[in-house]
């Protein structure tokens, strides 16, 4: 197995900086799949990566691709992803791979359920300190993609294949045996930091130092703990510790995904984030205090730009 054909939907910040990276040193091997009205925009605007314009190729949901990708790249945000999956249908043949670089624990079981397990890789992006405003995309730290398959301890072919071009592409990467701890282990992060620098507005400085922001945080992560627990995801005490190293390591100017959405007064994933740890805590009996007053607060800064 070879991959030489990838396609890209989403361009935020993920999909700038692996984008980018791989049509840089793997030129005519990207095409980005958009809307119409997104590649004019695109086209008008230019879609720029630390000031360097960024040379990708676009096609509509609609045009059939000359053969189907060796593998999709889904990087869009959770209240896109349902539209994404319908969207990447022409790109789908009998071998394609898709990884999907959301955040949440989700997004696999959504395009897996459309288009069978078998095609799915587990996924995440991290690491990244990227900030988007409008068509400019910047960061210090590119981060790096972890992957793998579903069943512990296996690494397939299809895992070696994507590992084998994202070589090539130069993409930084890891291939990761125990995939689903690891994308638990990403959702904690995620459920603390994204959602307490978006209330705070605080950038990274503000929970890589201890205080009341970075207690919080930690607050929320154990939430997500002791849910793993009962989900059988196997997380422990030391992931939080974990996670406090990589955030320690990013610019501290950098800025969460949900922050930049709340500032830019977008749609945020406050669903995909504290909505999915209180399903999950009324599903076991489980109070999450921490999570309900984030997402009541974020749902509540939602209103006040979304009227």
Same mark, same amino acid.
């Given at each position: 197995?070879?991959?030489?054909?990838?396609?890209?939907?989403?361009?935020?910040?993920?999909?700038?900086?692996?984008?980018?990276?791989?049509?840089?040193?793997?030129?005519?091997?990207?095409?980005?799949?958009?809307?119409?009205?997104?590649?004019?925009?695109?086209?008008?605007?230019?879609?720029?990566?630390?000031?360097?314009?960024?040379?990708?190729?676009?096609?509509?949901?609609?045009?059939?691709?000359?053969?189907?990708?060796?593998?999709?790249?889904?990087?869009?945000?959770?209240?896109?992803?349902?539209?994404?999956?319908?969207?990447?249908?022409?790109?789908?043949?009998?071998?394609?791979?898709?990884?999907?670089?959301?955040?949440?624990? =989700?997004?696999? *079981?959504? /395009? $897996?359920? !459309?288009?069978?397990?078998?095609?799915?890789? @587990?996924? +995440?992006?991290?690491?990244?300190?990227?900030?988007?405003?409008?068509?400019?995309?910047?960061?210090?730290?590119?981060?790096?993609?972890?992957?793998?398959?579903?069943?512990?301890?296996?690494?397939?072919?299809?895992?070696?294949?994507?590992?084998?071009?994202?070589?090539?592409?130069?993409?930084?990467?890891?291939?990761?045996?125990?995939?689903?701890?690891?994308?638990?282990?990403?959702?904690?992060?995620?459920?603390?930091?994204?959602?307490?620098?978006?209330?705070?507005?605080?950038?990274?400085?503000?929970?890589?130092?201890?205080?009341?922001?970075?207690?919080?945080?930690?607050?929320?992560?154990?939430?997500?703990?002791?849910? =793993?627990?009962? *989900?059988? /995801? $196997?997380? !422990?005490?030391?992931?939080?510790?974990?996670? @406090?190293? +990589?955030?320690?390591?990013?610019?501290?100017?950098?800025?969460?995904?949900?922050?930049?959405?709340?500032?830019?007064?977008?749609?945020?994933?406050?669903?995909?984030?504290?909505?999915?740890?209180?399903?999950?805590?009324?599903?076991?009996?489980?109070?999450?205090?921490?999570?309900?007053?984030?997402?009541?607060?974020?749902?509540?800064?939602?209103?006040?730009?979304?009227?």
């Amino acid at each position: 197995m070879h991959i030489e054909n990838v396609a890209l939907i989403g361009l935020g910040a993920i999909g700038v900086t692996f984008g980018n990276q791989i049509q840089k040193h793997l030129p005519g091997c990207l095409t980005v799949i958009a809307d119409n009205e997104r590649i004019a925009r695109y086209r008008r605007e230019g879609v720029y990566s630390n000031g360097v314009p960024c040379e990708f190729t676009y096609i509509t949901p609609e045009e059939k691709p000359k053969r189907p990708a060796d593998l999709v790249l889904i990087a869009v945000k959770y209240g896109g992803l349902q539209e994404a999956i319908e969207a990447i249908s022409n790109h789908i043949g009998p071998n394609t791979i898709i990884l999907s670089l959301l955040n949440g624990i =989700s997004s696999e *079981e959504m /395009a $897996g359920s !459309v288009y069978g397990e078998d095609k799915v890789l @587990l996924s +995440v992006a991290q690491g990244m300190d990227a900030v988007k405003v409008g068509s400019h995309l910047t960061y210090q730290n590119m981060g790096k993609i972890v992957f793998g398959d579903a069943q512990p301890g296996l690494i397939s072919e299809k895992t070696r294949a994507v590992s084998d071009f994202f070589a090539r592409a130069q993409v930084p990467h890891e291939v990761q045996s125990q995939m689903k701890r690891h994308l638990w282990s990403k959702f904690m992060m995620n459920v603390g930091v994204n959602q307490v620098t978006a209330v705070h507005r605080c950038d990274y400085a503000g929970v890589q130092e201890g205080g009341p922001y970075q207690k919080q945080m930690i607050d929320a992560m154990r939430e997500v703990l002791r849910l =793993s627990d009962l *989900e059988k /995801a $196997g997380l !422990v005490e030391e992931d939080i510790g974990y996670w @406090l190293g +990589v955030l320690a390591a990013l610019s501290p100017e950098g800025k969460t995904s949900m922050q930049q959405d709340v500032e830019a007064g977008r749609k945020t994933e406050v669903e995909l984030f504290a909505g999915t740890v209180i399903r999950l805590a009324e599903k076991h009996g489980l109070d999450v205090p921490v999570n309900r007053a984030l997402y009541d607060e974020i749902c509540a800064i939602e209103r006040a730009y979304c009227k």
